[in-house]
């Protein structure tokens, strides 16, 4: 069964700090990977999407990539920003077309 | 409107009410899903419909009914509910192609407390 670690599960951090968010896969068998921000109470805001022949995919201060051979993604925010406290998830589609979500990463920024 | 709307934001009911969740996307995608999202959980995938047409049902209790009017709604009818189904039901749109899915849009959720 295909499961999603998210590592580190919460994060503080001061601003301006740059840093690196994980998510690994059991089963390295995923071709699309979507990063997500989810504040308090809302929905999930798409932030990044990494489609299957692609490696990794920049906006902004966000930069994510994967490592298909591996399993794994990193999202990096570079000069974090008290506005980026929030809840980030990733999200691997596997084969069937299943999305599999890990449980994310709190993310906290102290001004 | 844009995006993915739900409504309503917030619901509670009985064990004994029957409501309904609703979902209207306005995207222009072919595929919708219902998701649910419990505290310290994963997102447990529920439903989802392609082109109007259920293609997953993830195991889920029968007091759970989708219906897909149109490729821009999706409803979500509740009845007879556990207090364990209190959870954010959250609403997603995709445009499927023959690569596979696209990318993954959410509305804003609808949260349910069940008494």
């Known amino acids: 069964k295909q499961e999603v670690t998210q590592i580190p599960a919460a994060l503080s951090v001061p601003e301006g700090e740059n840093l690196v968010l994980n998510c690994s896969f059991t089963?390295?068998?995923?071709?699309?990977l979507q990063w997500f921000r989810q504040d308090p109470g809302k929905g999930l805001t798409s932030l990044l999407l990494?489609?299957?022949?692609?490696r990794e995919q920049t906006s902004g201060r966000l930069n994510a990539s994967l490592d298909k051979s591996s399993g794994r993604s990193t999202l990096y925010i570079a000069a974090s920003q008290p506005g980026d406290s929030a809840t980030y998830l990733c999200?691997?589609?596997?084969?069937?077309?299943?999305?599999?979500f890990g449980q994310g990463t709190e993310l906290s920024v102290k001004p | 409107e844009t995006g993915v709307t739900q409504t309503p934001r917030h619901l509670v009911m009985g064990m004994t009410n029957k409501k309904s969740l609703k979902c209207e996307q306005h995207?222009?995608?072919?595929?919708m899903y219902w998701y649910k999202q419990s505290a310290k959980k994963p997102l447990e995938l529920m439903f989802v419909?392609?082109?109007?047409?259920?293609?997953e049902n993830n195991s889920v209790p029968s007091r759970f009914s989708p219906e897909c009017p149109n490729s821009s709604h999706l409803f979500l009818h509740l009845h007879t509910l556990q207090p364990e189904d209190s959870a954010l039901y959250l609403c997603?749109?995709?445009?499927?192609?023959?690569?596979?899915?696209?990318?993954?849009?959410f509305g804003e959720g609808s949260r349910l407390t069940v008494l």
């Open positions: 089963d390295s068998a995923i071709y699309n």
């Open positions: 997603a749109s995709s445009q499927e192609t023959h690569v596979g899915p696209g990318e993954l849009f």
């Open positions: 995207l222009g995608h072919n595929a």
């Open positions: 419909y392609s082109l109007e047409e259920r293609v």
């Open positions: 999200a691997g589609w596997v084969l069937g077309g299943k999305l599999i």
């Open positions: 990494i489609q299957s022949s692609q």
